[in-house]
Nanobody, 126 residues
Framework: QLQLVESGGGLVQPGGSLRLSCAAS????????IGWFRQAPGKEREGVSC????????NYANSVKGRFTISRDNAKNTVYLQMNSLKPEDTAVYYC???????????????????WGQGTQVTVSS
């Protein structure tokens, strides 16, 4: 059974860092585009960063460019999101998702992703 499990969320002060992990089981990540998404209370789920199967294509939302870094270790079947210089507006539940056959011109569109994790809470507050 295909499963994605996020971890690494928590409470951090503004300016701090967290690293989220997305571990896959039941399938091999190599052939999947992986995306990180987030949803804050009262807001729609939005794409944060996405990475193609071999890591050659990466996309970031403008709001996180220069602060967040996505990476993948296919040998460990895991994708990471390093989040630095965190801001209160980064507070949300973060989800990872997987898909095949993603249109690269719109690779962080939620509608393209079929498999989702359960999410991990990130709270940025002093």
């Amino acid at each position: 059974q295909l499963q994605l499990v996020e971890s690494g969320g928590g409470l951090v002060q503004p300016g701090g860092s967290l690293r989220l992990s997305c571990a896959a089981s039941g399938f091999t990540l190599d052939y999947y585009t992986i995306g990180w998404f987030r949803q804050a209370p009262g807001k729609e789920r939005e794409g944060v960063s996405c990475i193609s199967g071999r890591g050659g294509i990466i996309n970031y939302a403008n709001s996180v460019k220069g602060r967040f870094t996505i990476s993948r270790d296919n040998a460990k079947n895991t994708v990471y999101l390093q989040m630095n210089s965190l801001k209160p507006e980064d507070t949300a539940v973060y989800y990872c998702a997987a898909a095949r056959g993603v249109a690269m011109h719109d690779m962080c569109a939620t509608r393209q992703y079929a498999y989702w994790g359960q999410g991990t809470q990130v709270t940025v507050s002093s």
